[in-house]
């Protein structure tokens, strides 16, 4: 039996403010407010909210048979959480239908997975911390920045605990193989893989309200028609996409909502079944491995990481962001860290691009690469001058070393301990309500013995 994966990213571009080389040293302060509020709230309002109360009436009329995913970088919660806490409350709402899965991703929807394997642990860590605050479940499937993949990340990936790994079907990694079966990392067999369908994902996306595009106008039972159309043998079809793209990218004039709303009784007719990524990594073998030795990810047509590490200033900045890198992590610091997570996050490198792209590319206040890689670099010197103060340069390595290993070692503790608690309070648990259930059958026993006992006669 067929089954539909329907996956959306949010997340918020955190807006970085025009910072002179002057500003080094004197303003430590990097963000554009006004613009991060007036941008959060017109995609909450026109995209985030219309899309997220389809969904709920989605799953509300089928009975729980339509389900859906979802995955949250931090910082995009975090906007969510000043501007348009709404948002957030309807996931809960999502969440409790029992029909949402939410999925683990880096915090900073950054590029850790390229440059240090130890921040790209802490990032993964610290949002799927968030995510157990808000929807109190832990997540086991990982949905990288962008799709992000190889095989080495998949080894980070399964090492970390995760029963499945999101990416892209790309052609050149695919070749003659079919996006819709379940493989399994080439270096770590027990994650499993789930990949993109490109063309299926895009033309919602990126093609739905293009007049000018062949399939246009695309309805919902000649798209479910084309899934029921596929081999037999090829059950899983995953629909990949950020939510903004409802609302967005298509416009709601272009009536998005009610063809996606009209999906889930059109698969019905054809046998078709929706499942979150968990359930398929649960319920379905893998036909093998996939061999991924080169970087890929969802954007351009090139499926790789050229958009964000493509060019010399792109690579020069992103070097120098990461040789900090173990730096950051010791430094305990609340406003060092959340500055860290914004200046990780991958807008930051692509606004830097200079390739050509079928998909536009707002750079902001930003008028060509070169203006956003002086901009980025001028708030990288000083935040770097910062961490430098807080640990100089003169710090050797061995020493470094030491403290990091002694960080992680009291972060070791402190989880087994965390563990043990939890195992204690459970077992408190078992026993408060044993010595009850006791308390309960002697009371019972009693009022029994009493019922029983004859009356004193007079």
Request: glycine content about 6%; overall charge negative; charged content about 25%.
């Amino acid at each position: 039996m067929k089954t539909i994966c329907l996956y959306f990213e949010i997340h918020q571009i955190i807006h970085l403010k025009r910072y002179r080389f002057f500003d080094i040293g004197t303003d430590h302060y990097y963000y554009d407010d006004y613009e991060n509020e007036r941008s959060i709230s017109d995609i909450a309002e026109r995209s985030y909210m219309p899309a997220l109360n389809t969904l709920l009436q989605m799953i509300k009329e089928n009975d729980r048979y339509f389900k859906v995913a979802f995955s949250l970088s931090g910082v995009g919660i975090e906007q969510l959480e000043m501007h348009a806490p709404q948002v957030l409350d309807k996931l809960q709402e999502l969440n409790d239908t029992g029909c949402v899965e939410f999925l683990a991703e880096p915090y900073s929807h950054g590029l850790s997975s390229l440059a240090n394997e130890e921040t790209f642990v802490a990032d993964v860590k610290k949002q799927c911390g968030k995510i157990e605050e808000y929807f109190g479940k832990k997540p086991t499937v990982l949905r990288n920045s962008s799709l992000i993949y190889s095989d080495d990340i998949g080894g980070q990936v399964a090492a970390m605990g995760f029963t499945g790994m999101l990416t892209e079907g790309a052609k050149h990694v695919l070749g003659w193989k079919s996006s819709h079966y379940v493989y399994n990392c080439n270096i770590a067999p027990s994650l499993k893989l789930l990949l993109r369908d490109v063309e299926l994902s895009d033309d919602i996306s990126l093609r739905f309200s293009n007049t000018d595009w062949p399939g246009y106008p695309l309805f919902a039972d000649t798209y479910v028609n084309r899934i029921a159309s596929l081999p037999q043998e090829e059950q899983v079809i995953n629909i990949f996409m950020e939510l903004s793209a409802l609302g967005i990218a298509q416009p709601l004039s272009s009536n998005i909502l009610e063809f996606l709303r009209a999906i889930p009784g059109c698969a019905r007719e054809k046998g078709i079944t929706f499942s979150t990524p968990t359930e398929i990594c649960k319920m379905t073998k893998s036909v093998g491995n996939l061999d991924v030795p080169d970087t890929l990810s969802w954007v351009d047509e090139e499926r790789d990481v050229s958009c964000w590490l493509g060019n010399a200033m792109q690579r020069e900045a992103f070097n120098k962001l990461y040789s900090i890198a173990d730096r950051v992590r010791i430094a305990r610091d609340p406003r060092v860290n959340q500055d860290w997570d914004y200046l990780q996050a991958s807008n930051n490198f692509r606004f830097m691009t200079t390739k050509p792209s079928n998909v536009g590319l707002d750079r902001g206040i930003y008028s060509d690469p070169f203006d956003a890689f002086t901009n980025y670099m001028n708030i990288l010197g000083d935040f770097i001058n910062r961490v430098n103060s807080l640990y100089p340069e003169e710090i050797d390595n061995e020493e470094l070393n030491s403290l990091l290993t002694t960080i992680k070692n009291q972060g070791d503790e402190i989880e087994m301990k965390d563990k043990e608690i939890s195992r204690l309070k459970t077992k408190l648990a078992k026993m408060e309500a044993a010595e009850i259930k006791v308390k309960s059958e002697k009371k019972a026993t009693v009022r029994k013995a009493a019922a029983k006992k004859p009356a004193v006669k007079k």
